[in-house]
């Protein structure tokens, strides 16, 4: 198995992580455990192509910017998420290893938005993009 298939499989396997254990937290989307859910399956499936040896093989630009732009939305609506219940008394858990808790007061739940705010600014849109067959503008130029 090559180090770029361990670095994907191990990758996936702390977005599922991270999405798992906001599940039921203060900070969970509606649908937190549908999302938990779709991120284990796309790491059983890394898990099982790498057993497979397919994920090794190279993958078409479309997949992998389909891939990319699943991951920015991610960690766009995780921003997002976090920025709408940072309010005063909620409790914020930083680190996985030996985490450190810290409850939010007025201003430091203003200063972590503001700071969200920021930050999803600057993760802006990507300037990518990817058309199926079929989803082809006939009134565009580019034929």
Do not use: C, Y
């Not at 939010?104 to 938005?113: C, F």
């Amino acid at each position: 198995m090559s180090e770029k298939t361990v670095k994907a499989i191990m990758e996936q396997a702390q977005v599922f992580a991270s999405s798992w254990s906001m599940v039921g937290g203060p900070f969970a989307a509606d649908d937190q455990l549908e999302r938990a859910q779709d991120e284990k399956l796309e790491l059983e499936q890394l898990v099982t192509g790498a057993i497979e040896g397919s994920v090794g093989a190279p993958q078409e630009v479309g997949e992998m910017i389909e891939a990319l732009l699943g991951w920015h939305k991610r960690q766009a609506d995780q921003l997002q998420l976090v920025s709408e219940n940072a309010k005063e008394g909620v409790t914020l858990q930083l680190g996985t290893d030996d985490p450190i808790e810290i409850v939010l007061t007025k201003d430091m739940a203003k200063g972590l938005r503001i700071g969200l705010v920021l930050a999803l600014e600057r993760l802006g849109k990507l300037p990518i993009s990817v058309s199926h067959d079929g989803d082809h503008d006939p009134d565009s130029d580019d034929e």
